[in-house]
């Protein structure tokens, strides 16, 4: 874990907010010059608490206009294999996530498809077929509204 300040919060939050943002335009947003929020960000990125760089995509305009979570539990006969599972389950290119949990369930993954005729092919044919899973449960999503985290009300 590394310390971080106020300072360091407002430009993890920024990020959060806009990963594209320069340092320039960061360092305006939390009183700091471009080379001050550059090393701050550098010294972020090196002590991994920032790895990576992501854009949200709208899934409905790209034509996935459905999204269902799934619980999973795994099948408890025949020994079945996390890794084997994992790996499996990480190939399908609907699964947008995959999380193991504890619970009723062992895991829980976001899944998109283009309509629930399209999620039931996914289903059936992807996910049903993969060696060593038991009851899933669906739950299809109605709305989402996405909050600010910790650091994303620091901006306000």
Known sequence: MIATDATDRL????????ATLSAGQIG????????????RIKRLTDAGVLSGHRIALD???????????????????????I???????SAVPEVQSVH?????????????ARDL???E???RRRIMTIQGVGDIESN??????????????DLA
Do not use: M, N
């Open 121 to 123: 092919r996914v289903l």
């Open 11 to 18: 430009i993890l939050a920024a990020l959060q907010s806009d």
């Open 28 to 39: 305006r947003k939390v009183g700091l010059s471009q080379p001050a929020c550059w090393r």
């Open 117 to 119: 005729g399209d999620f």
């Open 59 to 81: 899934l409905e305009r790209v034509g996935f206009g459905v999204t269902v979570f799934l619980g999973i539990k795994l099948a408890a006969k025949g020994r079945t294999s």
């Open 83 to 89: 890794s084997d599972f994992e790996r499996a389950i």
């Open 140 to 153: 299809v999503l109605l709305s989402e509204e996405r909050l600010p985290g910790p650091l994303g009300r």
């Open 100 to 112: 193991h949990v504890l619970g009723l369930y062992d895991y829980r993954l976001r899944v998109v």
